[in-house]
């Protein structure tokens, strides 16, 4: 399967927040009993460092996966273009990636 492509705009020094709904090849909601997600911006797809770790939780029976950064996270990003990704693991170790893109980080003007 492929992943989606959602690019995110991504305010510097803000709270960020977004649900995603998650489907399976028929287009029926996918049940996320048991899966973990992990979601990670990166400068690049090779690089070492992670930029930033989206907290997710995720809603078994709708499934929704809601990804959200705090804004001490998003204050710590350089703004620029990054890239970030989500693996889900279901409960037998399988991984597959369902989510893929764009990662913009725009500069705040206004700090306390």
């Given at each position: 399967?492929?992943?989606?492509?959602?690019?995110?705009?991504?305010?510097?020094?803000?709270?960020?927040?977004?649900?995603?709904?998650?489907?399976?090849?028929?287009?029926?909601?996918?049940?996320?009993?048991?899966?973990?997600?992990?979601?990670?911006?990166r400068?690049?797809?090779?690089?070492?460092?992670?930029?930033?770790?989206?907290?997710?939780?995720?809603?078994?029976?709708?499934?929704?996966?809601?990804?959200?950064?705090?804004?001490?996270?998003?204050?710590?990003?350089?703004?620029?273009?990054?890239?970030?990704?989500v693996?889900?693991?279901d409960?037998?170790?399988?991984?597959?990636?369902?989510?893929?893109?764009?990662?913009?980080?725009t500069?705040?003007?206004?700090?306390?």
């Amino acid at each position: 399967d492929m992943a989606a492509v959602s690019n995110f705009y991504i305010d510097q020094g803000a709270d960020f927040s977004t649900i995603i709904s998650l489907t399976d090849s028929n287009g029926d909601v996918l049940n996320l009993s048991g899966y973990t997600a992990l979601a990670q911006i990166r400068k690049t797809y090779g690089s070492t460092t992670i930029a930033g770790t989206f907290t997710t939780s995720l809603a078994a029976d709708t499934g929704q996966l809601t990804m959200s950064l705090t804004d001490v996270v998003t204050t710590a990003i350089a703004s620029g273009r990054y890239v970030y990704d989500v693996l889900l693991t279901d409960g037998s170790g399988d991984k597959t990636r369902v989510l893929e893109g764009q990662a913009i980080l725009t500069p705040g003007v206004s700090r306390s």
